[in-house]
T-cell receptor
Framework: DVKVTQSSRYLVKRTGEKVFLECVQD?????MFWYRQDPGLGLRLIYF???????EKGDIPEGYSVSREKKERFSLILESASTNQTSMYLC???????????FGDGTRLSIL | QQPVQSPQAVILREGEDAVINCSSS?????VHWYRQKHGEAPVFLMI???GGEQKGHEKISASFNEKKQQSSLYLTASQLSYSGTYFC????????????WGAGTKLIIKP
């Protein structure tokens, strides 16, 4: 079974802080995703990465950056956290197109 | 553009049937269905590919009408464990990797 692990289930940070969310997968998947989930909006793609050091912007990249230095690890960075970034963040990985996405348990981030 | 899911929410009694629809304005290569329980990660249910057959798993099945760019998820004789929010994700091309997600349908099953 694919295991996608997110570093924190709950995180509380202050406005203006730099925040790191980490995601690790153990199945050698090339493609990894960061989503943000808000009630009534479903999952919105922030960034995805199709290989080490390769990244593409998703639908809502503003205020975020990502890092993929190793194949198994995909990090989401909030450069200067703001209250409107309070949300649930989900990481996922996929082996090839038209295959199931495997999700981590999510990080519920609160920015005060 | 985000696919439209309907209904937004549905409340059933155990044993009743439900249909959840997912409709897109774009031509689709595939439709994915996931279920998410409160506080948990979305869990994969099934994928329907263009040109493929209707898929099923026990009492949950789905269809994909390519011409109408619509998919429907059928839950028959619902069980308490079916409660959760159901999401469809649409794929517009084979090599796209990305899914465009619907807003979700909340399903509540009462005993």
């Amino acid at each position: 079974d694919v295991k996608v692990t997110q570093s924190s289930r709950y995180l509380v940070k202050r406005t203006g802080e730099k925040v790191f969310l980490e995601c690790v997968q153990d199945m050698d998947h090339e493609n990894m995703f960061w989503y943000r989930q808000d009630p009534g909006l479903g999952l919105r793609l922030i960034y995805f990465s199709y290989d080490v050091k390769m990244k593409e912007k998703g639908d809502i990249p503003e205020g975020y950056s990502v890092s993929r230095e190793k194949k198994e690890r995909f990090s989401l960075i909030l450069e200067s956290a703001s209250t409107n970034q309070t949300s649930m963040y989900l990481c996922a990985s996929i082996d090839s197109p038209s295959q199931p996405q495997h999700f981590g348990d999510g990080t519920r981030l609160s920015i005060l | 553009q985000q696919p439209v899911q309907s209904p937004q929410a549905v409340i059933l009694r155990e044993g009743e049937d439900a249909v959840i629809n997912c409709s897109s304005s774009k031509a689709l290569y595939s439709v994915h269905w996931y279920r998410q329980k409160h506080g948990e990660a979305p869990v994969f249910l099934m994928i329907l590919l263009k040109g493929g057959e209707q898929k099923g798993h026990e009492k949950i099945s789905a269809s994909f009408n390519e011409k109408k760019q619509q998919s429907s998820l059928y839950l028959t004789a619902s069980q308490l464990s079916y409660s959760g929010t159901y999401f469809c994700g649409t794929e517009e091309g084979y090599s796209n990797y990305q899914l465009i997600w619907g807003a979700g349908t909340k399903l509540i099953i009462k005993p």
